[in-house]
Nanobody, 125 residues
């Protein structure tokens, strides 16, 4: 069955960097749009970044634009989120998601049909 497994989260000080990875299996990865979302305690799920099937089109939340970079390696069935200049407000559980219904970049959670279990990112100070 479909599995999305995030990794790379951890504890980092403000201004630091982390690189999240999402390894996908059980789906046609190269035809699916992929996205990253995050959810902090007491808050709803927030869009972070999305990438289309080819990696040629990306879209970011205003809150991370210029600091985060989404990319994908279709040969490895993996999507990445490079997070630089991290701030305490970035502290969240980060989720990888796949939209098999479309290959186009999307930011709406309801259009994604597969989700990973999440990886914790904590930014101190």
């Amino acid at each position: 069955q479909v599995q999305l497994v995030e990794s790379g989260g951890g504890l980092v000080q403000a201004g630091g960097s982390l690189r999240l990875s999402c390894a996908a299996s059980g789906l046609s990865f190269s035809s699916a749009a992929m996205g990253w979302f995050r959810q902090a305690p007491g808050k709803g799920r927030e869009f972070v970044a999305a990438i289309d099937w080819s990696g040629g089109l990306v879209f970011y939340s205003d809150s991370v634009l210029g600091r985060f970079t989404i990319s994908r390696d279709n040969a490895q069935n993996t999507v990445f989120l490079q997070m630089n200049s991290l701030k305490p407000v970035d502290t969240s559980v980060y989720y990888c998601a796949a939209a098999r219904r479309t290959g186009g970049v999307i930011s709406t959670p309801s259009l994604y049909d597969e989700w990973g279990q999440g990886t914790q990112v904590t930014v101190s100070s």
